[in-house]
């Protein structure tokens, strides 16, 4: 059975609201964490990046393999899946 939903746009919310805060990103391929530095229709920034090989159990402190990237990281917008605060 189809059910007529209504969708209602906050504003306030989604990634622009967690500028300046450590976040983590799953996407298509990876996990991806830093303090997210920028947002636009396109890419996010993330400072102080990591790629995160294993996860461990969530509610560690820190993830159990996360290797810092050299430089700043931008992440496809599009290629996003879920985000959050989260370590």
């Given at each position: 059975m189809k059910k007529l939903v209504?969708?209602?746009e906050v504003e306030g919310e989604?990634?622009?609201s967690l500028i300046g805060e450590r976040i983590t990103v799953w996407c298509s391929n990876y996990?991806?964490?830093g303090k997210l530095?920028?947002?636009n229709d396109d890419c996010?920034?993330?400072e102080n990046a990591a790629i995160v090989y294993e996860t461990g159990a969530f509610n560690d402190k820190?993830?159990?393999d996360a290797q810092s990237l050299p430089h700043?990281?931008?992440v496809r917008v599009?290629?996003?899946e879920s985000f959050m605060i989260l370590k």
């Open positions: 209504e969708v209602q989604g990634l622009l996990i991806y964490t530095v920028g947002v996010i920034k993330l820190e993830w159990k700043g990281c931008y599009a290629a996003i």
